[in-house]
């Protein structure tokens, strides 16, 4: 079944902690996105990346990390920066076409300890 | 700057049609999308319209787009106690076609 794998499904921090957040897919998709989702926020852009060695910030990418090592991983972390990390974490997907078609994870739940 | 604006809540009964509106701000030729997230989960794409044409039918969905008035929606006909969920609008960043823009949700409660 070809689909995007978010591990683990909750995530507790603690204090001055770094966490990593692990995003897989099996879709054979160049782009892949992370983005925090607040309650009545809607989604938030963290971070994005079009090809394998490549990245890009978003709008709030201040206290998270990204690498793209590999064209299936995406891993995100949460440095100990990020003051308030609290909240729900999406990862997904896109061919990289001109549609930007996204297809997404079942998330991650991080909440501090 | 763009912007994605959609109404909060919307309740109906079981097996009424339910419509979901969104305005947008980009007046360039863009592509603006409907997802459905439920409690806990991810997000699923149900449908995407490109700016030139007017209307998209799937199934139970009907998406509608008004350009001149950069108006769109989504009608969910006989809706069903599975189609409680959260749906968003989206549209493509004329700047970036990499970035969407997301409205901030409507949640659809549906009584049986």
């Known amino acids: 079944d070809g689909g995007i794998t978010q591990s683990p499904k909750y995530l507790f921090r603690k204090e001055g902690q770094n966490v990593t957040l692990s995003c897989e897919q099996n879709l054979n998709h160049d782009a892949m996105y992370w983005y925090r989702q607040d309650p009545g926020q809607g989604l938030r852009l963290i971070y994005y990346s079009q090809i394998v060695n490549d990245f890009q910030k978003g709008d709030i990418a201040e206290g998270y990390s990204v690498s793209r090592e590999k064209k299936e991983s995406f891993p995100l972390t949460v440095t100990s920066a990020q003051k308030n990390p609290t909240a729900f974490y999406l990862c997904?997907?896109?061919?990289?076409?001109?549609?930007?078609?996204?297809?997404f994870g079942a998330g991650t739940r991080l909440s501090v300890l | 700057g763009e912007d994605v604006e959609q109404s909060l809540f919307l309740s109906v009964r079981e097996g009424d049609s339910s419509v979901i509106n969104c305005t947008y701000t980009d007046s360039s030729s863009t592509y603006l999308y409907w997802y459905k997230q439920e409690p806990g989960a991810g997000l699923q794409l149900l449908t995407y319209?490109?700016?030139n044409m007017d209307m998209k039918q799937d199934q139970r969905l009907t998406v509608l787009l008004n350009k001149k008035d950069k108006h769109l929606s989504l009608r969910i006909a006989d809706t069903q106690t599975g189609d409680s969920a959260i749906y968003f609008c989206a549209e493509r960043d004329a700047g970036n076609n990499r970035k969407l823009i997301w409205g901030l949700g409507t949640s659809l409660a549906v009584n049986p």
């Open positions: 319209i490109f700016s």
């Open positions: 997904a997907s896109s061919i990289g076409t001109q549609q930007n078609i996204q297809y």
